[in-house]
T-cell receptor, first 115, second 113 residues
Framework: AQKITQTQPGMFVQEKEAVTLDCTYD???????LFWYKQPSSGEMIFLIYQGSYDQQNATEGRYSLNFQKARKSANLVISASQLGDSAMYFCAMGTPSGTYKYIFGTGTRLKVLA | SAVISQKPSRDICQRGTSLTIQCQVDSQVTMMFWYRQQPGQSLTLIATANQGSEATYESGFVIDKFPISRPNLTFSTLTVSNMSPEDSSIYLC??????????FGPGTRLLVL
């Protein structure tokens, strides 16, 4: 069975510091994608970053990077130089191309950036 | 990425009534998805909406409760039927544009009294 696990319900980080949000996954599919989304209090889901299972290098998008460790089945999100606007819920998701490319989501981590 | 809008953005409804949520995309997309996010919870996929065919529902969701329409490649509706307080959630539509990444609409916040 496929599963996404986020073990940190809440995290605090000081402004301008880096923070790592953990995500582990489980799947028997050799091809899959890992995604991170940000959900501010407004409720919208904002796509941050994507890592494909066959990608050799870790994905980066501006201040976001994904620490992909395939053997350990982990896909941690690293946010560098945290800003107050980064305070939000963060969801890790996995998609597999079994017919339709459907997602399953983790339970999320609430990040609070402190001034 | 596609620009996605949802209507209404929020609503308060009485139990036993139905609400239809609209999802509009500014470009043609193959797949549209509907998710539910109950208070304090993660997102759960309700169904996948394909143009020109019946929606494909996930386990635990049925067409009588959540009928879906997909009349063309830019529009879909989700109806929440015979509502109860347990249906209070954020309902989100998402699209993919042929790749792996899904882009989400702003969501519809529903409160059922």
């Amino acid at each position: 069975a496929q599963k996404i696990t986020q073990t940190q319900p809440g995290m605090f980080v000081q402004e301008k510091e880096a923070v790592t949000l953990d995500c582990t996954y489980d799947t028997s599919d050799p091809s899959y994608g890992l995604f991170w989304y940000k959900q501010p209090s407004s409720g919208e889901m904002i796509f941050l970053i994507y890592q494909g299972s066959y990608d050799q290098q870790n994905a980066t998008e501006g201040r976001y990077s994904l620490n992909f460790q395939k053997a350990r089945k982990s896909a941690n999100l690293v946010i560098s130089a945290s800003q107050l606007g980064d305070s939000a819920m963060y969801f890790c998701a996995m998609g597999t191309p079994s017919g339709t490319y459907k997602y399953i989501f983790g339970t999320g981590t609430r990040l609070k950036v402190l001034a | 990425s596609a620009v996605i809008s949802q209507k209404p953005s929020r609503d308060i409804c009485q139990r036993g009534t139905s609400l239809t949520i609209q999802c509009q995309v500014d470009s043609q997309v193959t797949m549209m998805f509907w998710y539910r996010q109950q208070p304090g919870q993660s997102l759960t996929l309700i169904a996948t909406a394909n143009q020109g065919s019946e929606a494909t529902y996930e386990s635990g969701f049925v067409i009588d409760k959540f009928p879906i329409s997909r009349p063309n490649l830019t529009f879909s509706t989700l109806t929440v039927s015979n509502m109860s307080p347990e249906d209070s959630s954020i309902y989100l539509c998402s699209v993919d544009q042929g790749g792996e990444t899904q882009y989400f609409g702003p969501g519809t916040r529903l409160l059922v009294l």
